[in-house]
């Protein structure tokens, strides 16, 4: 069966225009190219920065003003997807929202699925009914993460505020059943354990849990407020967020003692891959909150003009120290040192 996935799933990404895109894609981003002659392979459609929780470091869970709020219209999607769909081996529906809030979310699944696109989101699962769950597995999403920070209620309710831990226990038991019901092999279930101070201590009952289950688990390290980091320093946000770090090295992205991050990275995001906004503005990584950073709007100009526009070249170039400054956000997040982990 496992040989049976993989085969369905090379059948998505090995289109003959999908390959040449991606080797064009890695020759360009070995040489630095600011100017692109392919499209990313990766895209993140926000489709709702609506949440129904109120997590203390997401900018929509915290009531932050600095984006407008909404649900991107399934028009808008398709628009989306007919220009750069054929390129695309990932497509993520989700960023500063929960999916399961839009009322399209199942129509947009399977119009991507019609176009021979992989397609996951992220849920706190809060929200599903049994018939939701077997609309959802009937599409043959190919990743569905569940955000589920804690081994118990009083753990998972620190963060997840709003949240329900035995609704969420129960949902993950209807997804399963779904898929025994509709013999649906093919969906991955994935739950996604943030490790936090007050968290830290139950890695391993959740992986225990998880194994019960039979599903995958994916143990991430914390970020600290995600619509303040790349607006700081990384000592600003460790001294803010000091109460959430996980002290364990394993599982904690700090240097404490240094108050830097323990592993610097190179950028990729902009040859590799592009984030919309529900409101159709284009934005460097999923890391950007706000349509004021934009590069530009898919729904106002084509989505060609815009990964090659003045700002996205720019940037690029100063990624890659070609240029000093640029007009753009990733300016400000170079000068703060933030690196996506």
Not at 234 to 259: G, Q
Request: overall charge positive; glycine content about 6%.
């Amino acid at each position: 069966m496992k040989l049976i996935n993989k085969l369905i799933f090379l059948k998505q990404i090995l289109t003959p225009r999908k390959i040449f895109n991606l080797i064009v894609k890695e020759i360009q981003y070995f040489l630095g190219h600011s100017r692109l002659f392919y499209f990313p392979s990766k895209l993140t459609i926000d489709i709702g920065n609506v949440c129904n929780l109120k997590c203390p470091l997401c900018p929509t869970g915290r009531g932050d003003k600095g984006a407008s709020r909404g649900f991107m219209k399934i028009e808008g999607f398709k628009k989306v997807l007919n220009e750069v769909g054929s390129y695309l081996t990932n497509l993520e529906l989700y960023n500063w929202g929960e999916p399961l809030l839009h009322k399209d979310l199942i129509e947009m699944i399977q119009y991507a699925k019609d176009g021979n696109i992989p397609v996951c989101i992220s849920t706190n699962l809060n929200v599903l009914d049994k018939n939701m769950a077997e609309a959802l597995i009937s599409t043959h999403i190919d990743k569905i993460f569940i955000s589920f920070d804690g081994a118990s209620p009083e753990t998972y309710s620190k963060y997840r505020i709003g949240g329900d831990f035995h609704k969420v226990v129960s949902n993950i038991g209807q997804l399963l059943e779904a898929k025994k019901k509709l013999d649906n092999r093919y969906t991955r279930i994935v739950l996604l354990f943030h490790v936090f101070k007050h968290n830290e201590h139950e890695v391993e009952k959740i992986r225990e849990l998880a194994n019960d289950c039979g599903m995958e688990l994916r143990i991430n390290r914390m970020r600290t407020d995600m619509g303040k980091e790349i607006f700081e320093s990384v000592e600003n946000s460790i001294e803010r967020d000091k109460d959430w770090i996980p002290e364990n090295p394993k599982y904690c992205a700090f240097d404490l003692e240094k108050k830097g991050k323990k592993k610097q990275m190179k950028c990729n995001h902009l040859w590799k891959t592009a984030v919309v906004n529900w409101d159709g503005a284009v934005l460097p990584c999923c890391a950007v909150y706000g349509e004021r950073h934009a590069f530009g709007n898919v729904f106002e100009e084509p989505f060609a003009f815009i990964w090659n526009n003045e700002k996205y070249r720019l940037a690029r170039q100063e990624v890659r120290d070609k240029i000093k400054k640029s007009p753009t956000i990733c300016h400000t997040c170079k000068e703060s040192g933030f690196l996506n982990f």
